[in-house]
């Protein structure tokens, strides 16, 4: 998925958004399923991850 940013150490981030403030974090792949990633830990129900303009944001921006 183009939400999933694959490190060069084999690592998975995603872009988190907490409060109107992007955060990277990490997150473990399960794998593809469909032509999108499974995200099988890092994340919990609810949280919100930017899915376009992923080459946009940054850590600590401000999204309104």
Known sequence: S???LK???GKCEVYL???????RVNVAAGGDFKGET????G???GDVIVT???NSVYQG???D
């Open 2 to 4: 183009a939400a999933v």
């Open 7 to 9: 490190r060069d150490d």
């Open 17 to 23: 958004v907490k409060n109107s403030i992007v955060f």
């Open 38 to 41: 499974r995200i099988i830990e």
């Open 43 to 45: 994340l919990s129900p």
């Open 52 to 54: 376009e303009g992923i």
């Open 61 to 63: 921006m401000r999204i």
